[in-house]
Each structure stands twice: as C-alpha cells, then as structure tokens.
C-alpha cells in the first residue's frame, strides 16, 4: 500500500532539485504517492504570502513532506518560511546527518554523525525588545519539556542506529539557569539509556574539536541556535550544503528538506547539485519504514560518486541535476 506524501517543490533552483529527488526515489521502487503543492516566491502576488495555506493543510494531512527550497523576500516584512513551518506543525527535532561521500571535496574522512538540534525555543522564540532607543535585548527560553523532548530523540536515536555516544552542547559555564537547565534535562534522560555515553562539552570547545577531530563525535543535542550554527559547521566538514540532508520532525508529523537555499541565480540551467535534496528523501524513506528503497539509493549513491564524470559543478565536475539523478538511477538498476 502506497504512502501519501506531500512535495512542495519551492521556487529557485527547488523545482530542479526536488524533481531530481522525486525521479531517484520513484526508481528506488518505494512505495509512494506524491501530492504537489506550490509555495514560494511567485505565490506572492495571487495569496499574500509565500506560503499559503492549503501548504500547510497538505502536509497536516499527509504526515509527511519532501520540501526544495523556499526563497524568504528580504524587507517585505514575510518570516522565514522555514521558521513558520517548523512552528506551526511543531516540528521540534531539526535532524541533520553528516557523512563523508566518494569525491565530494572535504579535509576529512570517517566523519558519520547526527546533530539533534532543538527546534521551537531559545532566542529563535524572538522574544525581543528595545530598552529605549539605543539598546535592545532579546530573551533566550529554555523550558524542561522541551529539552527533555529533544534529549530523549537524540538518544533514541541513538540507540535505533546503533551508536554508542550522544555528545550534549552547552554553555552552562556562562549561562548557568537556561544552558544549566537543558544540560540538567540530558543528565535525567541520559539515566533511561545506561548503553550508552553522555559526553558533555562546551560550544566553543566543541568547534575547535570539530575541525580538529570530527570523527569522534556521533551523535549531538544541542539547544538551537547552537545546533543551527554547528550543523551548518558540520556540512563545511563533509562537502558544503550541496550534501547535506536535514529533516524537521514532530510529534505529528515530519518535513524533510534541503538544507542549501534558493540559488536563483543558477536557477533553470541545470546547474544545481541535487544530492542534498536527495538524501534528505533517503531520510524519509527510513522514516517512512521504505528502509530496503532508502539502501538502495544510499548504495546507488556512492557508486555515482565514484566516477567523477557524474559530478556537478560545486563538486568539481561539470555534468548537470538531471544527468547526476539519471546516474543514480542507472547504479541502482545495475
């Protein structure tokens, strides 16, 4: 029995993107059943808004969306179109894997982690205001629940992959009561995962340990503006953007998307590395329980990469979106 899922192309180079990925996982022989709805910039001028509503009552439905990328208008007074879908579903666990890849360009080898980022509070919240007119001050919100919630996804996490260390981020040293509370809430749930090690390391240190050792590290949980300023460190250690894959996911529901933005200045020549789009629809295959179809792309993957002829351009090669996804569809069928 087929699963609905709803795919939202996006606008700039998201259409190219997301058809590559819809063409690998329809391939892959995963059982899926696509509802595409339109968001984006050239939504504008018929809803208001680049995100309209019947967006979000698509993926209320359906569970489960494969999303491209969203250009957020600068100074017209529109939010982030990423913020507001990850608020309105209650989307709390930004999910975001790292791994090294076959002639992708990185310093690195070995590198294989998770960054678990909480998705719905701290000074993301935006709760701010101005102490008369030459200050302003903003409130950082740490409350239990919700970093009791993302501890216990990232060590279940943890334990369903199979790996045996989860790595907490933290200034607690400075910010004692907020940082103190979600380092306190690890410690209570770490209880309830005895296999497996709670490390504890400072954010600062933690950058410094990343580009020195980013092998050692397998999975961390982190409040959320440190988990959005490491994982976007985390992609520069594996290739960039281009292949990194993220996925928002709740309680209720998940949106997987492309991390990388709009790039319209590329947009329409065919230009546009679609392994980060890719691989974010390898993740919810697995989400979806398609782990056999999610094996196959992953393992299809690596066969393309490995004859540089099927790189794009970001990568060093010169082939195109639609010709690297036809490449990947060819390793699976061999």
């Known amino acids: 029995m087929s699963v609905r899922v709803t795919l939202v192309p996006g606008d700039g180079i998201g259409p190219e993107v997301a058809g590559a990925a819809r063409e690998v996982i329809d391939a892959s022989g995963a059982a899926i059943e696509w509802e595409t709805v339109e968001a984006g910039e050239h939504m504008i001028p018929d809803y208001g808004t680049p ?6 009552n698509s993926i209320r439905k359906n569970k489960v969306a494969l999303k491209g990328p969203i250009t957020t208008p600068i100074g017209k007074g529109f939010r982030s179109v990423n913020v507001t879908l990850r608020q309105a579903l209650n989307l709390y ?7 090294n890849f076959p002639n992708v360009p990185s310093r690195y080898a070995g590198i294989d982690m998770v960054i678990v980022r909480e998705n719905t509070e701290d000074l993301y919240a935006g709760v701010e205001h101005m102490v008369g007119p030459d200050a302003a001050e903003s409130i950082k919100i740490i409350t239990r629940a919700a970093s009791t919630r993302i501890a216990r996804y990232a060590f279940e996490l943890a334990r369903q992959e199979g790996r045996s260390k989860v ?4 200034k ?5 009561l907020s940082d103190g509370l979600f380092l ?3 410690r209570t749930v770490a209880r309830d995962f005895a296999e497996i090690e709670l490390e504890e390391v400072i954010v600062d240190a933690m950058c410094m340990n990343l580009v020195q050792f980013p092998e050692r590290y397998q999975v961390l ?3 959320n503006l440190y988990g959005d300023i490491v994982s976007d460190l985390g992609a520069g250690l594996v290739g960039g953007l281009g292949v990194a894959p993220g996925a928002n996911i709740g309680e209720d ?11 319209p200045q590329i947009a329409g020549k065919n230009l546009a590395n ?20 999610a094996e196959k792309i992953t393992k299809a993957i690596i066969v393309a990469l490995s004859d540089k002829a099927n790189l794009t351009p970001d990568l060093g090669g010169s082939n195109g979106t639609q010709e690297m996804a036809r490449a990947i569809v060819r390793a699976m069928r061999s």
């Open 274 to 293: 679609p392994l980060a789009m890719i691989l974010s629809g390898v993740n919810m295959l697995k989400y979806l329980g398609e782990q056999g179809a």
């Open 51 to 56: 995100l309209p509503d019947y967006v979000l």
């Open 184 to 186: 306190d809430a690890v």
């Open 221 to 223: 949980v982190l409040p």
């Open 93 to 99: 666990a930004n999910v975001r894997p790292l791994a």
């Open 253 to 263: 529901g998940a949106v997987f998307e492309a991390v990388h933005g709009s790039a």
């Open 172 to 176: 607690a040293n400075i910010m004692k």
């Open 167 to 170: 790595t907490a981020v933290h």
